[in-house]
């Protein structure tokens, strides 16, 4: 299975400024996700990033909030923008890996996210 | 869209007994059915899928089975031990193009030593 780190792990943000998650494949694929899990809640697709495509975004979510780059096939960042308490969260990248027939999606560790 | 229910939200078991977790769906196209367990401050992790030409997958003492004519699907844990406790997401996707899944809500089991 594919290994997936994220950067940073966890930070603690005043209310107003923007975060740059980093998610980091050891091998290239095609799709990349991003998921926000709110505490104790389960896990809401953000958007997926295609490498050299724009995201496509879920209901409720907004480029301009969450910017979202895929330079190559084995790089994504997630930007939280102009973030309030509400943003408070985990933060997941995810991948599709496929192995034969069988697709599956593998988590990254998550980024941590306190807005005060 | 797909839309997934999970029961119960919290189970609470003796260490030795079964635990079952249950989930329905709605989208009839859905042919793939992944089950995460989530511990406590740490990712998310694939412990076992079953596809929907598939009634029973077992794994040790993990078990899936899938109803496709009433759209649910359950886990069952046998002989629970307390690193079982943690939280159980199931997911429900078409698998059509890319594969990208419909989560429940998790459920949080408890395994009492």
């Known amino acids: 299975s594919a290994v997936i780190s994220q950067k940073p792990s966890r930070d603690i943000c005043q209310r107003g400024t923007s975060l740059t998650i980093q998610c980091q494949v050891d091998?290239?694929?095609?799709?990349m996700f991003w998921y926000r899990q709110q505490p104790g809640q389960s896990l809401t697709l953000i958007a997926t990033?295609?490498?050299?495509?724009?995201?496509?975004?879920e209901s409720g979510f907004v480029i301009d909030k969450f910017p979202i780059s895929r330079p190559n096939l084995t790089f994504s960042t997630l930007t939280v923008s102009n973030m309030s308490p509400e943003d408070s969260s985990i933060y997941l990248c995810?991948?599709?890996?496929?192995?034969?027939?069988?697709?599956?999606?593998?988590f990254g560790p998550g980024t941590r996210l306190l807005v005060l | 869209g797909e839309n997934v229910e999970q029961h119960p939200s919290t189970l609470s078991v003796q260490e030795g007994d079964s635990a079952v977790i249950k989930c329905t769906y709605s989208?009839?196209?859905?042919?793939?059915f992944p089950w995460y367990k989530q511990e406590l401050g740490k990712r998310p992790q694939l412990i076992i899928d079953?596809?929907?030409?598939?009634g029973e997958k077992k794994d040790q003492r993990i078990a899936v089975t899938l109803n496709k004519t009433a759209k649910h699907f359950s886990l069952h844990i046998t002989e629970t031990q307390p690193e079982d406790s943690a939280v159980y997401f199931c997911?429900?996707?078409?698998?059509?193009?890319?594969?990208?899944?419909?989560f429940g809500r998790g459920t949080s089991l408890i395994v009492h030593p």
């Open positions: 091998s290239q694929v095609t799709m």
């Open positions: 990033a295609n490498q050299g495509s724009e995201a496509t975004y």
């Open positions: 989208d009839s196209a859905s042919n793939y």
């Open positions: 079953i596809r929907s030409n598939v």
């Open positions: 997911a429900a996707s078409s698998g059509e193009g890319s594969y990208i899944p419909t």
């Open positions: 995810s991948v599709e890996d496929r192995q034969g027939a069988r697709e599956t999606q593998y």
